[in-house]
């Protein structure tokens, strides 16, 4: 999945509108403009349309576990510069407030059964030997997941 997937997906699921998504850049104290969320937000066959950095869609979802959860005290945590699908899943996560039964309940939805392990596989530190590489198609049903949960 590209960032401008998951960022139009979120879009759509919470039904986020030009001035939602601007105020939750600036939740996490980066400054957009129309012009650029209007760019990323296009398809990839518009010739307008603009890819969304890794360090963008993390300041995103900062600034929408900041909207859903609040502000952390302390500093604000920095944005990752290279965004894997596994702390995209993470932010989600936190963002939302889901424990494990919650995403699996989520996957459930899409009759794709996964284990309490599997879930916990993907949150580990990458250095441990449970690890495991969230794929894309593991994020893509989640974010289909949460648009049946959160937008029907």
């Known amino acids: 999945m590209t ?8 879009r759509y699921t919470f039904d986020f509108n030009d001035d939602k998504m601007i105020a939750l850049f600036a939740l996490a104290d980066e400054k957009v403009t129309r012009a ?6 296009k398809k990839e066959d518009d010739p307008e349309a603009r890819a969304i950095s ?16 609040g502000k952390r005290d302390g500093p604000p945590p920095a944005p990752e510069e290279d965004l894997s699908n596994n702390a995209i899943f993470r932010k989600l996560k936190i963002a939302l407030n ?3 039964i919650d995403i699996i309940d989520i996957f459930k939805l899409m009759d794709f059964p996964v ?7 993907l949150f580990r530190h990458p250095d441990q030997k449970q690890y495991r ?9 989640f974010m289909q997941g949460l648009n049946v949960k959160y937008r029907m």
């Not at 960032?3 to 979120?10: A, G, V």
């Not at 590489?133 to 049903?141: A, G």
Request: one cysteine or more.
């Open 3 to 10: 960032n401008n997937d998951i960022i139009r997906r979120l």
């Open 54 to 69: 890794d360090k963008m869609l993390a300041t995103f979802l900062n600034g929408f576990i900041n909207d859903r959860r």
């Open 115 to 121: 284990s309490k392990h599997e879930i916990s596989a």
């Open 133 to 141: 590489v969230c794929k894309d198609q593991f994020l893509r049903v």
């Open 98 to 100: 889901l424990k494990d």
């Open 36 to 41: 650029q969320v209007s760019d990323w937000l």
